[in-house]
């Protein structure tokens, strides 16, 4: 785990992220809202995430807090493999990897798109509350 923390280190806004979570997030459950894909201008994600405390709600739901919108913006996007992009994407867990000179952001779903992008730069813009 320290090597994901000093990639989240080494990237604008990943410090930010860190401590919002408090630990390097795989953002499970997470809503994958947008994504936007551009061959000549930066790209991006945004995600819908949060904390899943211990307490249970009326309905007998966990409840959340620390709900927050990740925009991660990626430049000069160089691998494109998406599956399912015609549905909704929940997240099951998500990776970003240092792979030679890019980084790799990839996703598994539980539901819905999931995918690889490698990019030669990626940072994160946190924005409290839900979308």
Not at 84 to 104: C, E, N, P, S, V
Request: proline content about 3%; hydrophobic content about 40%.
């Amino acid at each position: 785990m320290m090597g994901e923390i000093s990639i989240l280190d080494d990237l604008p806004g990943g410090r930010a992220l860190f401590d919002w979570f408090g630990c390097t997030p795989r953002f499970h459950d997470a809503e994958l809202l947008e994504i936007t894909l551009s061959s000549n201008r930066q790209s991006t994600l945004r995600i819908h995430a949060w904390v899943m405390t211990d307490e249970v709600d009326s309905q007998g739901y966990f409840a959340q807090d620390k709900h927050v919108v990740v925009t991660v913006t990626l430049d000069q996007v160089t691998h494109v493999a998406l599956s399912d992009f015609h549905l909704r994407g929940i997240i099951f867990d998500l990776r970003i990897t240092r792979i030679d000179d890019a980084y790799q952001i990839g996703w598994s779903g539980s539901y819905g798109v999931e995918g690889t992008l490698r990019a030669t730069q990626v940072s994160f813009d946190l924005c409290p509350g839900k979308p």
